[in-house]
């Protein structure tokens, strides 16, 4: 019978069939952050168990430490029991552990693939809903919550219900200042929040082949926000060439094992999916999000639709409310709206390119008065890159502020808010009541149209710059 | 864990979807102590009308929600806070997975029915009537009488009948689990990793 990718990997880690579509998953890779490590590891300790594979878990410091420039594990205050948590635990049981400051330190969706500890047909899990991002390299990569995380350290296995099967498939590419992001944003509001939930995306065809691994990142990530806790791209050359010579990636005979096992990572022709779907890349807009929902997506030359248009009394109630939070009016164009703040950075998008592309439109201009623009690499790595090419002294002299790695305003748990009622152009993921901060109204967007309306101060539409 | 099977009492409608878990329970609040959370749980929208606030809802055992409740963060604290509030089911026409998945980690049951059925409840339970969930029949009871059958996974089903605790299960595997492990490293030496070759 034809199979997917993703039967395959599912295939290769199954430890013992539960029955009933349950099994006992082998997990490759845990990847510890100290929102939710440090907790976990005192739970575990708690219960008289100790982590079976610390060989297979590494962590990092990133939800809630500052962003601040010099700052150490305790700047953020709230998070210093955090950080510690993690930091003493880790070293307690043997995990290692990539400190601030230290080569490795990052957001941990950033961090792992850049090291290779991400690696295509492996399964990975975080106790964060953004690990889908790590299955832009061909892994069977998802997110946990603290019962599960218990769970992996405890016996480095977790038992699973095989999800439904969904692919996109993506033809063509993407027009001028159109980027992965804008992408994201687009399926998600034609597709809607929820379209994924229960499946596992396979996001296939010739837009991905022709896409480079961070733009691949980037798509994954924003999975979650279409339902889907697993999303993935088979891994190709261009992934593997990615892999290749990473600090932690396999050598010698390893690699050519590795490479001859991935190379049969394909779904087969004649395979069946519950679900499809289909974009053509030429089509889509720079995208931006209106309301509170990732799926409140529209192009950034478009207007702010009517909740009286929707005919089911939910939907009606859920974009009024959105609109009422946002402080937008029904028809209003959102090109020109006035912004206080712009972020570039998060899981989705603080990767080497995302900088460079920001770069390219920020050069040689200035923020505009009044908006407090910054630019959070999303790990050490990126930040040295960065500075290598200049970057973080073009950014500066632009008036944009640059900062340390970590989630930062992504998550806002580490004193990185967004004020009350504040309006950012932000290239996170999520723009959730609150998520900036309470009251902060976030727009989701690429990093290009965030530097582009920085240097507008207001929402602006990247073609233009 | 708790053992669910039978639960009656007010629902408490919350009809809006997507509603989110940075919603369910706020960032800055996960550092609360877990039995302090129901005080937060869903603080961005509580004002005067909150309606697990109203006298008819307080403490109400059953909340009702719009399609694609708990999406977003995989914060556990979502369902803590829940319960904290006395919540043990929610029924909404569908559910962010992993939030969907936590809550049978607590013993909370997620109950998926059609919108349409989801909001004749809520119309029916709006005086604060009782509505019945009943896991071993996998039948949800209107105030009028009315049945909605639901469908859930027959392992998750046993699971919070019983109480029991997936992690006690694993853990008498963990001979299995060794051997396993022995003959993948053999079948894909490129899996193992090697800390040692980066500098911490």
């Known amino acids: 019978m034809a199979k997917t990718l993703f039967d395959r990997i599912w295939d290769a880690h199954v430890v013992a069939d539960l029955g009933g579509g349950w099994a006992l998953l082998q997990i490759d890779r845990h990847l510890l952050h100290d929102l939710s490590g440090g907790p976990a590891l005192a739970d575990l300790a708690g219960r008289g168990l100790s982590v079976s594979r610390p060989d297979l878990c590494f962590a990092t410091p990133d939800h809630a430490v500052s962003s601040q420039p010099g700052r150490t594990g305790d700047t953020y205050d709230k998070g210093a029991g955090l950080y510690v948590g993690l930091r003493d635990g880790a070293r307690d049981a043997g995990i290692p552990f990539f400190d601030l400051g230290r080569r490795g330190q990052g957001i941990v969706h950033v961090m792992a693939p850049e090291l290779g500890i991400t690696l295509p047909g492996t399964t990975l899990v975080c106790g964060d809903s953004h690990t889908c991002t790590n299955g832009g390299l061909g892994a069977l990569a998802f997110g946990i919550g603290s019962s599960e995380v218990v769970h992996v350290l405890a016996t480095q296995t977790l038992r699973q219900r095989k999800p439904r099967q969904m692919r996109i498939t993506y033809d063509g590419s993407l027009p001028f200042g159109v980027t992965a992001k804008d992408l994201a944003l687009h399926v998600i509001g034609t597709l809607g929040a929820a379209a994924g939930v229960g499946h596992a995306i396979e996001h296939a065809g010739p837009g991905i082949a022709a896409m480079p691994i961070e733009g691949r990142l980037t798509l994954c990530n924003l999975s979650v926000e279409l339902g889907a806790k697993m999303a993935f791209c088979a891994p190709d050359q261009v992934a593997v060439d990615y892999v290749r010579g990473r600090p932690l990636a396999p050598t010698g005979d390893d690699w050519e094992a590795a490479v001859r096992d991935w190379a049969a990572l394909r779904t087969d022709v004649g395979a069946v999916f519950d679900k499809e779907a289909r974009f053509d890349l030429a089509a889509v807009p720079p995208t931006i999000t209106w309301g509170t929902s990732p799926e409140h997506a529209t192009a950034v030359d478009g207007s702010v639709p009517d909740p009286r248009t929707l005919s089911d009394p939910a939907g009606r109630d859920s974009w009024q409310a959105a609109l009422d939070y946002m402080g937008l009016r029904p028809g209003q164009t959102l090109c020109g709206t006035p912004i206080d703040w712009v972020f570039i950075g998060s899981c989705a998008n603080s990767r080497l390119s995302d900088l460079q592309d920001a770069a390219r439109v920020v050069r040689g201009r200035h923020v505009s008065r009044g908006v407090r623009a910054w630019v959070v690499p999303g790990s050490v790595e990126v930040s040295e890159a960065a500075e290598r090419e200049g970057l973080p002294d073009l950014f500066r002299a632009a008036g944009f502020e640059w900062r340390e790695p970590g989630c930062s305003m992504c998550v806002a748990a580490n004193g990185d808010i967004v004020p009350p009622g504040q309006r950012s152009v932000s290239t996170s993921n999520r723009n959730f009541v609150g998520r900036q901060g309470p009251g902060a109204r976030t727009h989701l967007a690429s990093p290009a149209t965030a530097a582009a309306s920085a240097l507008a101060g207001a929402i602006a539409d990247v073609r233009e710059f | ?200």
């Open chain 2, 1 to 200: 864990m708790q053992p669910f099977s039978i639960v009656s009492g007010p629902a408490a409608p919350l009809m809006r979807r997507d509603i989110d878990t940075d919603v369910i329970i706020r960032v800055e609040r996960l550092n609360a102590p877990r039995a302090e959370l129901g005080q937060w749980a869903l603080e961005p929208l509580r004002g005067p009308d909150f309606i697990l606030d109203q006298p008819t809802f307080r403490g109400a055992p059953i909340l009702l929600a719009g399609a694609n409740f708990g999406c977003g963060s995989s914060r556990e604290h979502a369902v803590w806070a829940l319960q904290g509030l006395g919540i043990r089911c929610v029924i909404a026409p569908s559910y962010g997975d992993i939030f969907f998945s936590n809550c049978f980690q607590n013993g909370m049951l997620p109950v998926t029915l059609p919108e349409a059925a989801v909001l004749s409840l809520a119309q029916q339970a709006a005086d604060g009537s009782a509505v019945t969930v009943d896991l071993r029949q996998s039948v949800v009871t209107a105030p009028d009488g009315t049945q909605h059958g639901f469908a859930l996974d027959p392992i998750r089903r046993e699971m919070l009948l019983e109480g029991v605790d997936e992690l006690g299960l694993t853990l008498r595997r963990m001979p299995e689990i060794a051997v396993w492990q022995r003959a993948d490293a053999a079948k894909r030496p490129w899996a193992v990793t090697h800390p040692e070759r980066i500098s911490l």
